[in-house]
């Protein structure tokens, strides 16, 4: 299997940014909207300062805001156990001739189990489960076919998250947790 992108994997991947904030102008001002934005557009978690200002600067609850910061920390573990838990339940994944073969295609996959925490991460600290863009979405799906990219592993991988995510909160704190979990999850397993 070639590691050589092709044309149409080159131009669907800009394409393919999941997260829109898009409906949160109804709930949240602007300037707050701003803060999610820049992080997206940089591809990382929100720092510190960025929850800082969230905690201070809105009327958002303050555990979604803990919960989304506490996850960022831990995103590194938390992907290693997803990691973990796809190659117990697909061993040969890796391995020649296995769908995430060769390394440089396990990493892409690996680094997609982080921008989903990524993404969650965002959806709880501004208490929005509707955080997905459906163009991006659909674009994500169409560079997925055209990488071949096995999406019942990704899956796995992505419940896998919620898994090892939610099990550093109470039982209490997962009920409030799962829903945006579940908001990329029912997503993703629309995919074809």
Known sequence: MTTQLTERAKQLIPKARIVSFKGWEEVLPTEIIQFFQVADDEGRYLTQKDLNFLKSGSQLPIFSIDAASFLGEYAAEIVDEA????????????????????????????????????????????????????EGLYNM???????????????????????????????????????????????????S
Request: aromatic share 12%; net charge neutral; charged share 20%.
């Open 83 to 134: 990691r973990e838990k796809v190659l117990a339940t697909y061993p040969n994944i890796t391995a020649e001739g296995g769908d995430l073969y060769p390394r440089v295609r396990a990493e892409a996959c690996w680094r997609d189990f982080w921008h989903f925490l990524r993404c969650i991460t965002y959806g709880m600290a501004g208490n929005n489960t509707n955080f997905t863009s459906q």
């Open 141 to 191: 799906n169409l560079l997925y076919q055209e990488l071949l990219v096995p999406l019942s592993a990704m899956v796995c991988g992505l419940e896998a998250i919620k898994t090892a995510s939610l099990k550093r909160f109470s039982p209490e704190q997962q009920a409030e947790l799962v829903p945006y979990f579940d908001h990329l999850l029912i997503k993703l397993k629309e995919f």
